[in-house]
């Protein structure tokens, strides 16, 4: 039997010397001698390789379920380097052949690369990473998000970050949002001490936050919302002095927040939200945290009081503190954040009266206070907030009037007063003008949620 090398298939990496037997230039350990079991007991081990090889490799693994020896077979490194040269493209193969393609076409083969290597088990990852590309160690990025078809319908990758990820020590940027990962973040992810972005929001990862990621040093932007995560948040996070972005949202995390967070002197955005079982006070420590422009604590079960030490963050653009259990007033301080655009400390169990010193935050848009014990009278210096359209102080126990200056705010678009059974008065007539109203009740005056289209 003759073939030419285009019929051969994997020529270079077998070499047929009298046929029809086929010998292996890589051995196949505890293979060579045996025979495949039913329904391949005639067929010699060395041809069922060749065959196998010919199926790409996310199709050929469903085959380990024949029997033992094919999934011996498919487990081997030598099938994995096999497989992996016969179905990538020559481009992926061949630094130089990749290093010289168009901008275009290089960044679709490095997708394509990055795609089938994730996808690939661990097998074949590592081989990959050894054997079919050296050059990916030089990769600086490495993306993959769920995509979609061109039938308009959306398949998300399901993949497992396994430890030979280890191999991409020069990655600056991972970027796994959205795409289904199988099991939690292996500790080996610490190996990549050029990393500077971590992006795995939406991931469906399961397990801990490993406290080795406070290796990283260069990372500044760490995303896991949306996961599964739990357990605590790792203090060894507050090792990361360059970080700037960190969000731990929407995730199953339990215990306090570390107060070696604070130490994050470069952090501008922190969100930690909707984790219930996150309990205890919000450390005095953030108060350090001098960059910090979005401060995002809602939805979990922090308790105390708000420190008077975030009042020292004077770059705050948006201070959401809702959906927890604070106590204690609402510091006179927060008037000094003047950089203000957005304050939300609704449903919480705070109390005493609403400072008028929040009417020094000139930029304010939204002050959001429902849902507290709050009482006495509506200030009247949030008059002087000409920027404000949303107010609401629903469900408290504010008393008096409505202050004339209210109408003065010019951008109000939507007053939430309702549930405050001593608030009493007229509607002032500014109010009314940009305004919409409803009295609910004739002994009690009351307004419902107002929003002009």
Known sequence: MSATPSQQGPSDMIETQHAPQLQLEVPIPGLQSASVSSPFNRVPVELVFLILCHIHPKRVLRFRRVCKSLDQILTSNAFAFANLRFHLPDELRNHRKFRNQKNQDRHDSERSLQELWLLLPETYQRTFANY?????SQLRVMGLESFSRHDGTHEPFRIRLSPSLAHFQNLSTLCLKRVSIEGAIPEEISLLLRLETLQLSEC???????????????????HMRSNRLEGCIPPELGKLERMQLLDLSNNHLSGTLPDELGNLEDLEVLRIEKNKELSGPIPSSFGNLWRLVNLSLRGNQLSGSIPAELMFLSRLNALNL?????????????????????????????????????GDIELLRTLDLRGNRLEGHLPIELGRLMFLRVLDVRDNRVSGRIPKQFGDMRCLVALHVSGNKKLCGIVPKGIRATVQYRDRMSMFFRFRIVNMG
């Not at 079919?132 to 990916?136: A, D, K, T, V, Y």
């Not at 007033?329 to 609403?354: A, K, R």
Request: charged share 15%; no cysteine.
């Open 204 to 222: 469906d990862l399961s397990g801990r936050i490993p406290p080795q990621l406070g290796q990283l040093s260069r990372l500044k932007e760490l």
């Open 132 to 136: 079919i590309r050296p050059h990916m």
């Open 322 to 358: 809702s959906g927890n259990r604070l106590t204690g007033t609402i510091p006179l301080e927060m008037g000094l954040l003047s950089h203000l655009q957005w304050l939300m400390l609704n449903d919480n169990l705070l109390e005493g009266n609403i400072p008028g010193s929040l």
